[in-house]
Structure formats: C-alpha cells, structure tokens
C-alpha cells in the first residue's frame, strides 16, 4: 500500500526565512503529488501539483516543489516566508502502475506540519 | 457558486446513535472522498467513490457507511459500530481519481 511521510510535525521560523518541508512516498509506480495548505479557519486548498514533466513544479504564492524520483522524494520550499504563511501542509499521493485496479488508485495524505512564523 | 458544500458545519450527538454528514458539489465532478481529520494524523481516507452507484473502502472505514446514488451527493453515515466518532470530517471531490481534489469547509461531529 502507499503510504506518506512527512517528518517535520512542527516548523517555527522567523519571517524571510528560508523554507523547505520534507515529504516521501513510498510507491514505485506512476504518481501524481500534491501539496494542499489549510490555513487556521479554512478549508483544504491546492498549493501546487505535479503530475508529469519538469519536476520543479512552481505553486501559489511564492511556494514550489521538486520531485526526485530516486528520493521518492517531493519537498516543498520557499525563500522567504512571510507570517500570513502560518499554516498546516499536507503532502498527498495518488499512484497507479501495472496491475494496479481500483482500490490503488486513491488521494493517500501525510500526516501534516504546522507551520508557525514569527513576525 | 461552484463547490462543496458539507452541512451541518457543527455537530453533536449522544453516544450510541447513528449520524449522517451531508455532502454536495455541483463540480460536475466523478471521484468523492471523505477523510477524517484528527490532531497529528493528517487526513485518513474513510470511503471513497470514483463514478454513481460505485465506492470502496478507504483505510479507515470500519463503522462508517457511505451511498452514491447522484453524482453530486456523497453522504456519509457515522455508525454506533465506530469506536471513536468525535473528529472533523472533511468531503471532497475531483473530475477523477488522478486529478487534484478540491475540499468542502468540514463538519466537526462531537459524540458525547
């Protein structure tokens, strides 16, 4: 089964920080990665996706992603946070490769990072 | 507007009781979801469901239910069979399981 890891449960860091934030999967086949970003209040939202081609994947808000097929790897970075940054990330998976059916095909997450800026 | 929308956003209910969670899009969208979101766990899937009158168990479906039975309907029946049911409850949907899924606001259900 595909699993998620995300190892940084909790960030704190001071405005214009640089940021990067872990994820792994463990799956070998084909994937589509996600970042989502929930804000304190708000519902889930899209930061960015990648699901083929260049594996730097820019999103909103100043945030991209590189994913490393040999790392399993697809962490999330920013160059200078800013304090409306304060967040929780997820990082999710969705994969598929030959033989796969039905029951592989599902949106797997992490178990999250808070994220906490200090102005 | 386009969206999800999950109602009631508050929820509470005696121990023993059986509770559905609503969930609608008008997203035009094939795949839902339904996740539970705990402190330090992330989003764990319940059920999901990729076309009508279709759906399969996510990691965590033991005493809950779900029917599809419209495409843009996708309730969720929290069971007296779940041990734990107090969490926050968040539905979502896409045009298909390999595309991004776009998320409703969540109902916070308390079983006392």
């Known amino acids: 089964a595909q699993s998620v890891s995300q190892h940084n449960h909790h960030v704190i860091l001071s405005e214009a920080a640089s940021l990067e934030l872990g994820c792994n999967y463990s799956y070998g086949g084909t994937v589509n990665l996600f970042w989502y970003v929930q804000y304190p209040g708000q519902h889930l939202q899209l930061l960015l996706k990648?699901?083929?081609?260049d594996p730097l994947v820019k999103g909103i808000k100043g945030f991209e992603a590189e994913f490393i097929k040999s790392k399993f790897s697809f962490n999330l970075r920013k160059p200078s946070v800013q304090w409306s940054d304060t967040a929780e990330y997820f990082c999710?998976?969705?994969?598929w490769g030959i033989g796969s059916n039905f029951g592989n095909e599902k949106l797997t997450f992490g178990t999250g990072t808070r994220l906490t800026i200090i102005p | 507007d386009g969206g999800i929308t999950q109602s009631p956003k508050y929820l509470f209910r005696k121990e023993g009781q059986n509770v559905t969670l609503s969930c609608e899009q008008n997203?035009?969208?094939?795949?839902m979801y339904w996740y539970r979101q705990d402190p330090g766990q992330g989003l764990r899937l319940i059920y999901y469901?990729?076309?009508?009158?279709?759906?399969q168990k996510g990691d965590i479906a033991e005493g809950y239910s779900v029917s599809r039975e419209k495409k843009e309907s996708f309730p969720l029946t929290v069971t007296s069979a779940q041990k734990n049911p107090t969490a926050f409850y968040l539905c979502?949907?896409?045009?298909?399981?390999?595309?991004?899924?776009?998320f409703g606001q969540g109902t916070r259900l308390t079983v006392v």
């Open positions: 469901s990729q076309i009508v009158n279709d759906f």
């Open positions: 999710a998976v969705n994969a």
């Open positions: 997203l035009n969208h094939d795949a």
């Open positions: 990648y699901f083929s081609g």
């Open positions: 979502a949907s896409s045009i298909d399981v390999n595309t991004e899924a776009f």
